[in-house]
């Protein structure tokens, strides 16, 4: 049995990993903030993982290794690392494969990142997601002990996730579900990306945990299998269709109109604007590409799941009144739970442009 400490692995990836990782027998203690029950292998320690007051006792101990599902600033993973490598014999980081400049050829691991290759001075200046990930995996790299694995997860869906470019399912499932238009980008439409199920994503990692091979290497965990976001979004319309008895209506923006509904500029410009396609054979000699499944029966599935007990996080009533502007609806006053956010959708969907 295995000591094992999972930081915020309650998300799309965690939640399976941790699971996966008590089936195999390993004694897996999780950091998060909400309560969870523990059961026999899994202890759920409720707390918050950036404050050091909480995270410091628990690297004192020493860890066969730890998953770190945390998102950092690179100021403050440059103070932690230290600690982090110190008290473990693996530390897993969760990078992104967001972390890779665009690429003709499908990316393999030595593929070159957008740290070292854009001139955008002022993107550059910034501690943008994709430039943090990159700068925080220098830093591993220039430690001195090779007791880390770098994994760079592209886009994983769950039953809780389901993605279509920058949207999360609170900015596109939310509306079709209430009868309203889909707002999308007709740039981003296009595109290639490459999809995988939190689960396959976990399984792998679970197959890298322990594995002295991976010790000093980095991953992408992706499958091969690359589709335009066109064909993601049928996946969805699909399953939506069935489920509602009318296929719903989609809206295509250009790139000025878009922005006005969602503000992500630079993962729209250095990522979901670039063709997203994965030579993944590094993970899939030690897992198999036959242990990815397809993304339309994954997609289907979760969406599937989702429908029969949909729950959201926070709905953006300004976002929502800005796309109804751009299809003609309204919403239901009903919709918005508090005043304050009724009188936000009014004033954003009838009165300010």
């Known amino acids: 049995m295995k000591n094992i400490l999972v930081l915020g692995g309650t998300g799309a990836m965690g939640k399976h990993m941790v699971k996966l990782l008590a089936e195999r027998g390993n004694k897996v ?21 950036r404050d050091s007051g909480f995270i410091d006792p628990l690297l004192a101990k020493k860890w066969d290794a730890i998953v770190d599902f945390m998102v950092y600033s690179t100021s403050v993973f440059e103070h932690r690392a230290p600690k982090l490598l110190s ?76 993605q279509l470019g920058v949207l999360e399912k609170e900015y596109w499932l939310y509306r079709a579900l ?7 980008s007709k740039d981003i439409a296009t595109k290639l990306t490459t999809m995988s199920h939190g689960l396959d994503v976990a399984n792998a990692m679970t197959e890298l945990t322990g594995n002295p091979v991976a010790l000093g290497e980095v991953y992408h965990i992706t499958q091969n299998q690359a589709v335009t976001w066109n064909e993601v979004l049928n996946v969805y319309l699909n399953v ?6 009318v296929r719903p209506k989609v809206l295509f923006l250009d790139s000025f109109d878009f922005s006005r509904i969602n503000q992500s500029r630079y993962q729209i410009k250095y990522d979901r604007l670039y063709n997203r396609v994965f030579n993944s054979s590094k993970i899939h000699n030690i897992v198999g590409a036959e242990s990815f499944r397809s993304f339309e029966q994954g997609l289907t599935d979760c969406l599937e799941q989702f429908i029969k007990n949909p729950e959201y996080l926070m709905i953006d009533w300004r976002a929502e009144a800005v796309k109804d502007r751009f299809t003609g ?7 918005p739970l508090s005043w304050k956010q009724k009188i ?9 442009r």
């Open 240 to 245: 939506l269709e069935k489920h509602l008895g």
């Open 344 to 352: 936000k959708y009014l004033l954003y969907r009838f009165i300010k």
């Open 329 to 335: 609806e309204v919403a239901k006053l009903t919709e």
């Open 29 to 49: 203690s999780v950091t998060t903030r909400s309560v969870h029950k523990s059961t026999t292998n899994i202890e759920y320690l409720q707390g918050n993982a």
């Open 178 to 184: 209430k009868g309203r238009t889909i707002v999308f």
């Open 87 to 162: 008290a473990t014999e693996q530390y897993i980081f969760l990078s992104s494969a967001r972390v890779y400049a665009n690429s003709e050829k499908p990316l393999t691991e030595e593929s070159p990142l957008l740290l070292d290759t854009s001139d955008d001075i002022e993107f550059s200046a910034t501690d943008e997601y994709s430039l943090a990930k990159a700068r925080q995996e220098n830093i591993l790299r220039e430690a001195k002990t090779k007791n880390w694995t770098i994994i760079r997860p592209y886009i994983t869906y769950s039953d809780e996730r389901l």
